[in-house]
């Protein structure tokens, strides 16, 4: 039984060597926390708006061979691809959207890094 708390308690501690990031400076050079807290959050911002970009598919224009399909919505099917019209700035652009048939399926990825 004791060597059951002495596992249990050793695996306890052995995990929060694992939390996170250490920083060691001198305690002479000036630090403050919150600059670094706001540079952290401005820094992961900036990476979910790049992730972000990076999964939506934005189209100016369809290519050849797409149908327009009514419902569920107005999309179009292109190739085993959805669209959905969205109208900025008064130009048409086409944002790929999930297979609206399949009810959640994600949206044009299944074919990432097949030719479009």
Not at 15 to 27: I, T
Not at 70 to 76: A, E, K, S
Request: hydrophobic share 40%; proline share 6%.
């Amino acid at each position: 039984m004791r060597i059951k708390k002495l596992l249990v308690l050793t695996m306890l501690l052995s995990v929060g060597a694992f939390a996170g990031q250490v920083v060691v400076r001198k305690s002479d050079e000036a630090f403050d926390a919150f600059a670094v807290r706001d540079q952290l959050a401005r820094e992961h911002q900036w990476q979910e708006a790049i992730r972000a970009q990076q999964q939506l598919d934005i189209l100016q224009s369809l290519p050849l061979g797409c149908v327009l399909v009514p419902q569920p919505y107005r999309y179009f099917s292109c190739n085993g691809l959805f669209y959905r019209p969205y109208l900025w700035q008064g130009r048409e652009l086409y944002i790929s959207v999930p297979n609206p048939k399949a009810g959640g399926q994600p949206a044009n990825q299944s074919l990432e890094g097949k030719e479009r």
